[in-house]
């Protein structure tokens, strides 16, 4: 059974080339793939993971908003109890923030530079279809 993964671009940022092709190259790979589509807000996020039952969620953002929207992501996936999928990121993230975003429950947070086979490496060992 393929993993399937939800990739989502919370927030107002409207650059979302890089998104689809992550998205791409998961599929490739592989994986069932949703695309949320733009200007999500993390509630409607975690609606589309439940209602999909996704394995991971891929964020994306290139607004500078990521230390707002993707904790919020992750916190409202533990308000509803449900730890078990996988949050990841990408974007315009600098390095402190990307340390504070792992400690705050992101599993990992790709920014440029990261090829597409670091990525679909990564979820090949860090998520598992359910």
């Not at 998104?19 to 695309?35: F, H, P, Q, S, T």
């Not at 730890?83 to 315009?92: C, H, K, M, N, S």
């Amino acid at each position: 059974m393929p993993r399937r993964i939800l990739i989502a671009k919370p927030g107002l940022d409207g650059h979302d080339r890089g998104a689809k092709v992550v998205a791409r190259a998961l599929r490739d790979a592989g994986n069932e793939v949703i695309y949320s589509g733009l200007h999500q807000t993390p509630a409607q996020i975690v609606e589309t993971a439940i209602q999909e039952d996704v394995d991971a969620i891929g964020l994306s953002t290139l607004s500078g908003a990521h230390m707002t929207l993707f904790p919020a992501v992750v916190n409202q996936l533990r308000d509803r109890d449900i730890g078990d999928i996988v949050v990841f990121g990408g974007g315009i993230v600098p390095e402190h923030d990307a340390e504070l975003l792992k400690e705050g429950g992101m599993a990992a947070i790709f920014t440029p530079g990261t090829t597409l086979a670091e990525v679909t490496r990564w979820v090949e060992s860090n998520v598992q279809a359910r």
